[in-house]
């Protein structure tokens, strides 16, 4: 498999990711979202929610009235978040490509989505496509997962059995590359036993490299939070994550940010 099929492989995974991963990251990450972004920005504004999966944090935001958009490259996971939020607009597009005028007033991308994008010119690809869909004074609020994490969290296997559907997880960790590998195997019982093997594959990018992309593509104020011993994220989904929260300068209308192009 390809290092940028990533979008490809969760499709098959869209139904074990609806009823068991979203919510049980989301759980602890809607507070932090809360405390970083949501206490700056009143209701009733727009919201782009990027690589937004099925939903998990697109819809509590909807309920509290805010006016949402989400976008991914998974059809099969649109799908259920169309379900699960109708009140929202989804868009199937990839967060290297969207192209989006600047309606905003805030973006965010949860649960370490971003590091999916294996390449730091791709990464900063979005930071630009995320800055010319922001007005003038948004916020950018997401998460990653720092190389801690990979190295204390993603040698790990994990299994879900229950009778009509499996699924094994089984991770490493390249250091060299700083890629993180996750192979997943599913069984789900439809009409007999069918059966999906998907390799999904991370980076580990530094924080160094992280904001120099998005001050690169037009951002300032750019803060770092430790999601376990700063914001309080429990267990291993706290380890060596971080929150990233950026703004675009109030005073820049042109909408493309320095290195960006695109329509208004």
């Given at each position: 498999?390809?290092?940028?099929?990533?979008?490809?492989?969760?499709?098959?995974?869209?139904?074990?990711?609806?009823r068991y991963w979203g919510a049980r990251y989301h759980r602890q990450a809607f507070p932090i979202v809360e405390r970083l972004l949501l206490s700056r920005i009143p209701p009733g504004v727009p919201l782009l929610d990027l690589c937004c999966g099925t939903g998990h944090l697109t819809r509590?935001?909807?309920?509290?009235?805010?006016?949402?958009?989400?976008?991914?490259?998974?059809?099969?996971?649109?799908?259920?978040?169309?379900?699960?939020?109708?009140?929202?607009?989804?868009?199937?597009?990839?967060?290297?490509?969207?192209?989006?005028?600047?309606?905003?007033?805030?973006?965010?991308?949860?649960?370490?989505?971003?590091?999916?994008?294996?390449?730091?010119?791709?990464?900063?690809?979005?930071?630009?496509?995320?800055?010319?869909?922001?007005?003038?004074?948004?916020?950018?609020?997401?998460?990653?997962?720092?190389?801690?994490?990979?190295?204390?969290?993603?040698?790990?296997?994990?299994?879900?059995?229950?009778?009509?559907?499996?699924?094994?997880?089984?991770?490493?960790?390249?250091?060299?590359?700083?890629?993180?590998?996750?192979?997943?195997?599913?069984?789900?019982?439809?009409?007999?036993?069918?059966?999906?093997?998907?390799?999904?594959?991370?980076?580990?990018?530094?924080?160094?490299?992280?904001?120099?992309?998005?001050?690169?593509?037009?951002?300032?104020?750019?803060?770092?939070?430790?999601?376990?011993?700063?914001?309080?994220?429990?267990?291993?989904?706290?380890?060596?994550?971080?929150?990233?929260?950026?703004?675009?300068?109030?005073?820049?209308?042109?909408?493309?940010?320095?290195?960006?192009?695109?329509?208004?």
């Amino acid at each position: 498999m390809s290092l940028v099929e990533n979008h490809t492989g969760y499709d098959p995974l869209a139904w074990f990711y609806n009823r068991y991963w979203g919510a049980r990251y989301h759980r602890q990450a809607f507070p932090i979202v809360e405390r970083l972004l949501l206490s700056r920005i009143p209701p009733g504004v727009p919201l782009l929610d990027l690589c937004c999966g099925t939903g998990h944090l697109t819809r509590p935001l909807a309920e509290r009235g805010y006016r949402m958009t989400g976008i991914d490259s998974s059809e099969e996971m649109l799908r259920f978040a169309k379900e699960n939020v109708p009140a929202a607009e989804f868009f199937l597009l990839d967060a290297r490509g969207f192209d989006f005028s600047p309606r905003f007033q805030a973006a965010l991308s949860t649960f370490d989505s971003l590091n999916h994008i294996l390449e730091i010119d791709a990464l900063a690809a979005v930071f630009r496509n995320v800055y010319r869909a922001l007005r003038e004074g948004g916020l950018f609020l997401f998460d990653l997962n720092l190389e801690e994490a990979y190295l204390r969290e993603w040698d790990k296997q994990s299994a879900i059995v229950e009778e009509d559907h499996v699924c094994i997880v089984r991770g490493g960790y390249d250091p060299a590359a700083r890629l993180g590998r996750a192979e997943i195997t599913t069984f789900r019982r439809e009409e007999g036993w069918r059966r999906s093997d998907i390799i999904l594959f991370q980076r580990a990018h530094s924080p160094e490299e992280v904001q120099s992309a998005l001050e690169g593509a037009g951002f300032r104020g750019v803060c770092r939070h430790d999601a376990g011993a700063e914001l309080g994220m429990a267990g291993e989904i706290g380890v060596g994550r971080a929150f990233f929260l950026a703004a675009k300068p109030i005073g820049d209308s042109s909408s493309y940010g320095p290195e960006g192009s695109g329509q208004k």
